[in-house]
């Protein structure tokens, strides 16, 4: 067993981290491949403002966060329907509202500046059992919701209209997918904070797109580099005693930099190969 996981608050800590890595490459994939990278962003920003409401108030943050961005991704479905043709205003007025409201937060509660840290940057030793639980709860609802509606869910990723004719309730599956993002949200920031929750969503899916030849192997190698990245990165925040949602941040980027350096060669092959075929036939 190595050294870091001979704590009790390691173990736990990596146990959430893992199924947070679950839950985030899961959604993370629907949410870059609809082009939504702001929506995770928007979320987090609402999660902010639900974990200082639940701290002023003495109530499970967690538990007020995840409200917060339940509500911020039914309002973000909401108001696409105005916004129907300037999609992206729709999460910009989420995400102001949500900061507005944080910052309010923030000012009245003066005195828990220090217990809203460990929800900006993530903390290792604050993951507790009931955070474990909760997370698992939500990793298995997530995933499972996710698994169980992956073609529709697909189709809608590669075109809504498309789906839309085809018969499916897009509209339903819009709601189910914002509900989605938002519970993952939710989960993802008690182990890497608010300000990193949208790197996790969206990096390991970047890197998996550079290598990956379908939908599924990109899911599935989504889902393995986050694992590695929650793994490595924990294990770098407790050696150097650094804030575990950077060092899981940039272990996913540098994996990122990797698959890039990596593909390039294979491209310049496969080019190559192609550009003789038509010689040699």
Not at 105 to 118: E, H, M, Q, S
Not at 220 to 236: C, H, I, P, Q
Request: hydrophobic fraction near 60%; aromatic fraction near 8%.
């Amino acid at each position: 067993m190595p050294d870091f996981l001979a704590y009790d608050f390691m173990q736990r800590a990596l146990a959430a981290g893992l199924l947070v890595a679950a839950a985030a490459a899961t959604v993370g994939l629907f949410v870059v491949l609809r082009r939504l990278a702001l929506l995770g962003d928007t979320l987090a920003h609402v999660a902010l403002a639900g974990v200082a409401a639940g701290i002023l108030l003495g109530v499970y943050p967690v538990l007020t966060g995840l409200a917060g961005t339940l509500a911020g991704a039914l309002a973000v479905e909401g108001l696409r329907v105005p916004f129907r043709r300037y999609g992206e205003l729709a999460t910009a007025v989420i995400l102001a509202t949500s900061l507005g409201l944080a910052v309010v937060l923030l000012a009245v509660g003066r005195g828990f500046n220090t217990d809203l840290l460990g929800y900006l940057f993530g903390s290792l030793v604050t993951v507790g059992p009931a955070d474990v639980v909760t997370v698992a709860v939500l990793t298995v609802l997530v995933v499972g919701v996710a698994t169980l509606l992956f073609r529709p869910l697909f189709f809608l990723t590669l075109d809504e209209d498309l789906a839309r004719a085809s018969g499916l309730p897009v509209r339903t599956l819009n709601v189910i997918f914002a509900l989605l993002t938002g519970a993952t949200v939710a989960v993802t920031m008690r182990v890497v904070g608010v300000l990193l929750v949208s790197s996790l969503l969206v990096l390991p899916v970047a890197t998996s797109l550079q290598l990956a030849r379908s939908f599924r192997a990109a899911w599935l190698l989504s889902v393995l580099f986050a694992e590695l990245a929650v793994t490595v990165g924990l294990a770098a925040a407790f050696y150097l005693d650094l804030p575990p949602g950077g060092t899981i941040v940039l272990t996913a980027v540098a994996q990122l930099l990797l698959a890039i350096a990596a593909r390039r060669p294979y491209d310049r092959l496969r080019t190559g190969a192609a550009a003789r075929r038509p010689a040699a036939e």
